[in-house]
DNA sequence: GCACCTCGAGTTCA
DNA sequence: CTCGAGGTGC
């Protein structure tokens, strides 16, 4: 009797959030309500009163359970089940042909290749993981590797479904990692816009800002009052044989996906697809950027593979970017830590896609050149990537005659030293070792977030500290005390006990940090930890010549020359010594030093089917920590395949080339050494 | 010697 | 983000 009971009450509820599922499904999916906004309250009141008589049959998937959790104090980072790629932009009909072109001379001739279109929604991407049809996690693109989870906010997304559409007795699937475009509809956008206006808070440049931030509130009741929306484009873990099939599935289980996409054979089929996007764009209730290009065929995406980040088997179209025409009122010159002179325009202040634009980078004398920009000239003006201003061209037939060439300067304008150009570089140099400039931008670049990461200590602090003659050279931020801090504008007691302290907290530092924060030409954050777990410390680096510079793999002559010419000046020498006695780390702990001696350094390897106890990612992990060179198919150049269990062809072809085999305990006696 | 990729360096605004 | 330049493979 009990047991009948319980079953009708879970039943009659589970009735209830089909039936509200369903509802939101038409409403936020098709666009089509079947029942007025009254009535589905109505529907929910009616759920959330069974669910607070019955709390023990809530579950995580119910309608009612959108928002929940309460407030988060930060976000955690998550590693995507495979990478969510970026996609290289192309912005002409003639780019188009060459992805064409490239994607074709994959294939033989005869090979049919259908691509599919569908409009770019202007938001940020991000992966849902559905397990069991359950939605268990959500995150933002983050780096394409890591992204932050923003499950709590994503599920008060509503026309994101939290349990797939899945007909009765179908089969659910174990895992789906749905990828897709949180988007803000222009409508919400205005509204927010005008409510953060009345409330004299800061208004979003535009909706993809404003999405943004929406999703990344601690709160997720704020997020669910923010309408956001979502498009699912494609499917990680999980997909069909065919873009188009995975599209269609992900229709079929209550996801919104463009109606608007469709499958060609052509790319001047493709053009008129982009055209007609480009045509109706304005006409949407959300904002598109471009339009995305994909192969259908997932088995010729993976012929096609990546280059570096992005995908050879996709691209996106760009659909041109705002502009805006303003005037050059100087071009000046700012010296780099490098003591390169880059050129930059003034303009006059003007609106640009959400923000004022009053300088843009000419980069070298020779960019100024091309376009002959002039000073007094007018401009167009875009932003390159939304974010970093660009001069376009010239408007040409507003000039006046007024307009003054620009010469680049043949003394450093900090130091008044001769520059000079070598002979097969665009760069402008600065050559005295004591420009000021070099001395501040080295500062700046030591205590930025790559190299030192001391809070608190940005360029105004540095500037003034240089002023006040307190600082001038990294050493000296390491005996500063508080009573000199507190001579600096703006700066009190918290700020500098702060300072102090996250001056104190950089010691603790790795070596590679270090080596980077020096600021040696050619050693950026790569190069310096390559060197720093070579060597191990700063005396074996100190002592290393040019030949064994440049025989380490990525170093080159050039790096090695910068390195080996770093040491040589006695002030460089100096600056080394003094920061060793303030306690930096010039020592690579143990565990992160390379062993040139050990069996594997330098060593090209493959791994090849089931290992018996470690999983391939690992063993792979222990290979690339001794120095090997992890690569993913056999050729001569190989130096060992480690292979286990249904190895199949890569361990058949390295026994027809002779390359030495190991098995997983062979590789693990000598990766030990 | 050339093509391709990766890295370094400089960059804007809120 | 974008450019130039360094490094490496063909």
Known sequence: MEALNKEMVISEIEKLRNEIRHHEYLYYVLDTPKITDAEYDVLTLKLRELEACYPEFITNDSPTRRVGGGVSSSFTEVQHLSPLLSLGNVFSLRELEDFERRVHSEFTPETLIEYVVEPKIDGLACSLIYEKGQ???????????????????????????????????????????????????????????????????????????????????????????????????????????????????????GFRVSENWQKVQTISEVWHLIELHDKKRRELAYDTDGVVVKINSVEQQKTLGATGKDPRWAVAFKFPPEQAETTVKDIIIQVGRTGVLTPAAVLEPVRLSGSTISRATLHNEDFIKEKDIRIGDHVIINKAGEIIPEVIRVVTEKRNGQEQPFIMPSQCPECEWEVERKPGEVAVRCSNPHCPALGREGLIHFVSRDAMNIDGCGPAVINQLIAKGLVKDPADLYMLTKVELLQLERMGEKSADNLLAAIEESKSRTFDKVLFALGIRHVGAKVARILARRFGSIAKLKAAQMEELSSIDDIGPKIAESVVSYFAVPLHEDLVQRLSEMGLNFMMPETEIIDINHVFYGKTMVFTGTLPTLDRTTAQNMALAVGAKVASSVSKKTDYVVAGREAGSKLVKAEELGVKVLSEQEFLALVQE
Do not use: C
Not at 164 to 169: T, Y
């Open 135 to 253: 939605l268990v996690r959500a995150a933002t693109r983050g780096d394409g590797v890591v992204g932050e989870d923003v499950t709590h906010n994503v599920r008060t997304i509503k026309s994101i479904p939290l349990k797939l559409r899945v007909a009765p007795g179908a089969e659910i699937p174990e895992l789906l990692d749905v990828r897709g475009e949180v988007y803000m509809p222009r409508v919400a956008f205005m509204r927010l816009n005008a409510e953060r206006a009345d409330k004299g808070e800061a208004e979003f440049a535009n909706p993809r800002n404003a999405a943004a931030g929406s999703l990344r509130q601690l709160n997720p009741e704020v997020t669910a009052a923010r309408s956001l929306g979502f498009f699912a484009y494609a499917v990680g873990t999980g997909a069909k044989p065919y873009h188009a099939e995975s599209l269609a599935m992900l229709t079929a289980y």
